[in-house]
Structures are given as C-alpha cells and as structure tokens.
C-alpha cells in the first residue's frame, strides 16, 4: 500500500519546508508503484497525478519510506542546486546499486562525494574532452548505418531507447578502456549484463518485499543480479590488470608519447598514470 499526501502549489509558491506547505487530503492507493512504468503510459499517468494533486507530493511507500516527488520547474531549481547534505540521494535505491558500482561518486554522499566531484571536474574540461568527439562521432555513425539498414530491410518501429544506450556504452568502452565490443552491430555478454542490471535493479525498486537483501538474494532475479555482477566485474578487473601490467612494461615516458600520437588519453590510464605518479612522488 502507497500512501499519498499532497499539497497543492501553484508556480512559484514552493516554501522550502515541508512544515510551511498548505494542509492538503490524505489519499490512500494500492499498489500505486505498479501502474508507475517508464512507458509513456507510465508518464502519463504520472502527469495525471501531478495535475490533479499538485506540483509537491509526499508518497508514503509503507508507514517507513517517504518519496518527495517535485513535477515543476521551478520547484525543482532550489532542489537541482542544493549542497549534497540539504538534498539527500534515495539511500534505499542506491544501496541496490551497491553491490554494482561500489561506492563511487555516483552513490557516495556528503563530504565523500564533494571532495571526490572536486577532483574528478577537472578531467571533465571542455578542452579535454574535445579530443573525445571524434570517437562520439564514430559511434553515432554506426547507430544511423544501423538505422538505415533496418529502414531498407522494411522495419518500421524502431526501440530508441535500445539503439541509443547501446551507442552510449560504445562510446564509454572506447573513451574509457579503448575497447572495441563492436556491442552495436553483435551480441556482447557485458553489454547484455548491463542492460539486465539495470533491468533488475529498476524490477526490484517496485518490489517492496525484497528490498530485504535476504529475500531479494533467494529468488532468481537474486541470483541473476549476482551472476551478472559477477560477469561485469571479471571484465572491468580483466582490462585494468591488463593495463596496469602495460604501465611498468613501456615505461611511463614511452606510453605517453604513444598516447599523444593518438592525442586521447582513456579515462582509465589517467587513474593508473595519477597512481603511479603518486607512487613515486
């Protein structure tokens, strides 16, 4: 069961405590977060509710677990540009993607994630990602050859949000590890892991009984999510030993001067270089 506070506002009457808000009905639903799908069915639905009951809404998922949902812009704003501590990540959602992604600057949080988002701002400088679009390029260029093939061959719909997710892990495996999976044109098991992440962590946000890490474990969706983890780290764990032992091999002036021929340096040689700079500091 879902439970539902709403005040309604108008646009530009968002007070920034819950405590100053208007005091609106108290609508029970059940089973809410199953008629919530990314579909447009799912969005609609969604738009329908923030008409009908405002641009701030409290769900209550269950008595514990309450879910701020803001639906104007400029409600939004003062949210968007709030320090780390005032506007807080879903630690529920989050602790999912754990056993994924670790505890990286996509879920750490407070002091943590701002003195890791300070260092990392500079490696994502217009002047050095410049040299990366040629590689963007490239990718979006397979994705329109795709199209164009399927288009002769009398497809008429096309899934977008397949294509383009599998030209954006293209371009991040190139940027990233210099790694060619050709993912948009054959089938890749890491690429499929990936999608089946997601995929499951989204399945299991709308499946209240297994946020228990006990319970989610014991079921085949579990299972899968841990095999899939399992399959993405090997990979990941495979390409940074492989590079790590290029390092001391060619030696840090010669690798350099390789990379500048090519005049990008992957994502994953700038941590190993900043390590080994380190190292020897």
Request: proline share 6%; hydrophobic share 45%; with cysteine.
């Amino acid at each position: 069961a879902v439970g539902w506070d709403s005040w309604g506002s108008g646009p530009g009457l968002c007070p920034a405590s819950p405590s100053l808000w208007p005091p609106g009905r108290v609508i029970w639903f059940l089973f809410v977060p199953l008629q919530i799908r990314s579909s447009e069915e799912g969005l609609l639905y969604t738009q329908g509710l923030a008409s009908t009951y405002g641009d701030v809404c409290c769900w209550w998922v269950g008595p514990w677990h309450a879910v701020i949902r803001i639906f104007h812009p400029t409600c939004i704003k003062p949210v968007l540009f709030a320090p780390a501590a005032i506007a807080p990540k879903d630690a529920v959602f989050y602790s999912f993607l754990k056993p994924w992604l670790g505890d990286g600057l996509l879920l750490s949080a407070g002091d943590k994630w701002s003195r890791h988002r300070r260092m990392l701002t500079p490696a994502f400088h217009f002047s050095i990602l410049k040299p990366y679009v040629k590689i963007f390029n490239d990718s979006v260029n397979i994705m329109h050859a795709k199209w164009k093939r399927l288009a002769l061959e009398g497809s008429a719909h096309l899934d977008m949000f397949e294509h383009i997710s599998l030209m954006t892990l293209d371009s991040l495996q190139k940027c990233v590890f210099s790694f060619n999976s050709n993912c948009q044109e054959k089938p890749s098991e890491y690429i499929a892991a990936i999608l089946e992440l997601s995929a499951l962590v989204t399945k299991r946000h709308q499946q209240i009984f297994l946020h228990v890490d006990f319970l989610y474990h014991l079921t085949p969706d579990g299972r899968r999510f841990r095999r899939a983890c399992r399959l993405v780290h090997d990979f990941t764990d495979a390409i940074i030993q492989e590079r790590r032992r290029t390092l001391p091999d060619q030696g840090l002036d010669d690798f350099l001067k390789a990379k500048a021929k090519v005049k990008t340096l992957d994502f994953i040689d700038v941590l190993l270089l900043t390590k080994v700079g380190f190292s020897g500091i």
